[in-house]
T-cell receptor, first 113, second 115 residues
Framework: GQQVMQIPQYQHVQEGEDFTTYCNSSTTLSNIQWYKQRPGGHPVFLIQLVKSGEVKKQKRLTFQFGEAKKNSSLHITATQTTDVGTYFCAGTSLDTGRRALTFGSGTRLQVQP | GAVVSQHPSRVICKSGTSVKIECRSLDFQATTMFWYRQFPKQSLMLMATSNEGSKATYEQGVEKDKFLINHASLTLSTLTVTSAHPEDSSFYIC???????????FGPGTRLTVL
């Protein structure tokens, strides 16, 4: 079945440093979504990318969708303590036609003030 | 944005009892709702896809007789964990997708502890 992996599993940065998490799918995706989950909370939708090679920005967050639509990245510039949480990518497979989201393994970000 | 509620937010029960969790879309109609389970420090694992007016589609390895799903209306889906055991203790999260788009709106989750 479809697998979505993220690296790194965990990252600890000093406030002000940049952070990147990478997402790789075993199948081609029709779209990729990114979610943030704070400790004890539920996932909150951040963004959706649909087009091959698409890049979107939200303030300090930059999201990319790979040309082959099998990978994606989230980059945070100058992290802040409010960025703490686990970031999940999630995609729907183009190959299988499955509309349900498959979540990545997640990257937990810790920001040291 | 769209709001999804879940009830209860937390439940502690004895082994062998059944627990019902409700998921409601408050300001939109959801033809499809999803039930996920999340163990500590792990990702969300899809358990089943719930379609209004029809039987749920369960993921491989999820027992449909143990996790009963009912999606009786466009705004309500329920998950019943039957004869719960300690290994069923987890964070159960539902999500709903509106008719228009692909974005999923998540409920706040239900933390189940089975003693």
């Amino acid at each position: 079945g479809q697998q979505v992996m993220q690296i790194p599993q965990y990252q600890h940065v000093q406030e002000g440093e940049d952070f990147t998490t990478y997402c790789n799918s075993s199948t081609t995706l029709s779209n990729i979504q990114w979610y943030k989950q704070r400790p004890g909370g539920h996932p909150v939708f951040l963004i959706q990318l649909v087009k091959s090679g698409e890049v979107k920005k939200q303030k300090r967050l930059t999201f990319q969708f790979g040309e082959a639509k099998k990978n994606s990245s989230l980059h945070i510039t100058a992290t802040q303590t409010t960025d703490v949480g686990t970031y999940f990518c999630a995609g729907t497979s183009l190959d299988t036609g499955r509309r349900a989201l498959t979540f990545g393994s997640g990257t937990r970000l810790q920001v040291q003030p | 944005g769209a709001v999804v509620s879940q009830h209860p937010s937390r439940v502690i029960c004895k082994s062998g009892t059944s627990v019902k969790i409700e998921c409601r879309s408050l300001d939109f109609q959801a033809t499809t709702m999803f039930w996920y389970r999340q163990f500590p420090k792990q990702s969300l694992m899809l358990m089943a896809t719930s379609n209004e007016g029809s039987k749920a589609t369960y993921e491989q390895g999820v027992e449909k007789d143990k996790f009963l799903i009912n999606h009786a209306s466009l705004t309500l889906s329920t998950l019943t964990v039957t004869s719960a055991h300690p290994e069923d203790s987890s964070f159960y999260i539902c999500s709903a997708r509106d008719v228009a788009g692909n974005e999923q709106f998540f409920g706040p989750g239900t933390r189940l502890t089975v003693l």
